[in-house]
Nanobody, 114 residues
Framework: QVHLVESGGGLVQTGGSLRLSCTAIGSILSIDYMAWYRQAPGKQRELVASISRRGDTKYGDSAEGRFTISRGNGLTAVHLQMSSLKPEDTAIYFC????????WGQGTQVTVSS
């Protein structure tokens, strides 16, 4: 059993930066990958970035070189550093873990003003 808790969301202006954090609590060793997804109103949930326990990273097209995912202490915590934010980045950002089974956090709202 894994519980994922996100933090760091908020309101920023276009061009600003934000750092999201996700803490995994529970059976941490069962996690192989952690990822950030986002979902905006009227759109499907999409992958933003993922990272393996080893540290291998992947990014979705939406990252556009502006985002960086990182981890600490295995996968007990993952972070998403976002810069050059655009209004199109406005969405609920969800932390996700994949291993023996999949878990989702509750989500944290990111709003980028025009």
């Amino acid at each position: 059993q894994v519980h994922l808790v996100e933090s760091g969301g908020g309101l920023v202006q276009t061009g600003g930066s934000l750092r999201l954090s996700c803490t995994a609590i529970g059976s941490i060793l069962s996690i192989d990958y952690m990822a950030w997804y986002r979902q905006a109103p009227g759109k499907q949930r999409e992958l933003v970035a993922s990272i393996s326990r080893r540290g291998d990273t992947k990014y979705g097209d939406s990252a556009e070189g502006r985002f960086t995912i990182s981890r600490g202490n295995g996968l007990t915590a993952v972070h998403l550093q976002m810069s050059s934010l655009k209004p199109e980045d406005t969405a609920i950002y969800f932390c996700n873990s994949l291993g023996r089974r999949e878990y989702w956090g509750q989500g944290t709202q990111v709003t980028v003003s025009s």
